[in-house]
């Protein structure tokens, strides 16, 4: 059995005005996280992290793994959604992840995630981590360590890369976003907030990162050994949503999936 892992941070998008600032520390953390937790980590940070290389990356992990094998995909970076145009989303909506080259009209839709998925060997333990926003609350949680500049929505509207024509041809935005990245696949997606909220980018003590990777990464101290995704989750919810970062994360898959042994 081996445990392998992609973390992907994308801070800059040329092209658009939706640079960010945490992205490439988030996957730095991750990658220590996993490193730690004895992942052999592979990194796309910034141009690197292109539409083709990131398909290719994925593919390759998820095809040479074997039966007994863990994978973790972390990505954070923008999201933003396009016209659904095979009729499988309610909303009209497909969701993507935005690719450093998106400036150039590339995307990953959440569909071509799933084909990735899909050709993962039986037996083989897939989690997605997403810190991004799909579209765009408040109750009080801990915000002690949050540094009071304002934070940045993950998430790239379309006007903002989407050509003109392409723009146009779109509905009006629904009140509520059906499916969503739920649609990617894999054993267990965790994700950085509902469908119709945003995951916000921002600093802790001067330094910039994700608040979904932030809480995500502290609450892993909180743990007793042997701990489960699902009491990650719950660990993590002390700490999201709050006042100033309305996000409520979100984890998806079976009841056996969630208590699968966390990182094993």
């Known amino acids: 059995m081996s445990k392998r892992a992609l973390t992907i941070g994308i801070n800059d998008y040329p092209g658009t005005d939706g640079d960010l600032s945490g992205c490439i520390n988030d996957a730095q953390d991750w990658a220590a996280v996993l490193g730690g937790k004895g992942y052999a980590v592979t990194s796309l940070l910034d141009e690197?992290?292109?539409?083709?290389?990131?398909?290719?990356?994925?593919?390759d992990l998820i095809t040479s793994a074997v039966k007994g094998d863990s994978l973790i995909i972390t990505y954070s970076g923008h999201g933003t959604w396009v016209p659904d145009r095979s009729g499988d989303e309610a909303d009209g909506r497909d969701?993507?992840?935005?690719?450093?080259?998106?400036?150039?009209?590339?995307?990953?839709?959440?569909?071509d995630l799933r084909n990735l998925f899909d050709q993962r060997p039986a037996g083989v333990r897939v989690v997605l981590i997403s810190d991004s926003c799909h579209s765009g609350s408040v109750t009080r949680g801990d915000e002690a360590d949050l540094d009071p500049a304002l934070p940045r929505a993950r998430f790239l509207p379309p006007a903002s890369w989407m050509s003109l024509s392409a723009l146009a041809a779109t509905r009006s935005r629904p009140a509520t976003?059906?499916?969503g990245m739920?649609?990617?696949?894999?054993?267990?997606l965790l994700a950085g907030c509902r469908d119709t909220e945003?995951?916000?980018?921002?600093?802790?003590?001067?330094r910039?990162?994700?608040?979904?990777?932030?809480?995500?990464?502290?609450?892993?101290?909180?743990?007793?050994?042997?701990?489960?995704?699902?009491?990650w989750f719950r660990a993590i919810s002390h700490y999201l949503?709050?006042?100033?970062?309305?996000?409520?994360?979100?984890?998806?898959?079976?009841r056996t999936a969630r208590h699968f042994e966390l990182f094993s």
């Open 95 to 111: 969701e993507a992840l935005c690719p450093h080259d998106i400036g150039d009209g590339k995307i990953l839709l959440d569909d």
């Open 208 to 231: 910039p990162n994700g608040a979904f990777t932030y809480y995500a990464i502290k609450s892993l101290h909180t743990l007793l050994p042997g701990a489960s995704y699902q009491q």
């Open 182 to 188: 739920t649609r990617a696949g894999g054993d267990l």
């Open 177 to 179: 976003l059906m499916g």
């Open 198 to 206: 945003f995951s916000w980018d921002t600093q802790f003590r001067g």
């Open 48 to 59: 690197a992290a292109t539409l083709d290389a990131m398909v290719e990356k994925i593919g």
């Open 241 to 254: 949503p709050s006042t100033r970062l309305p996000q409520t994360p979100q984890i998806f898959g079976s």
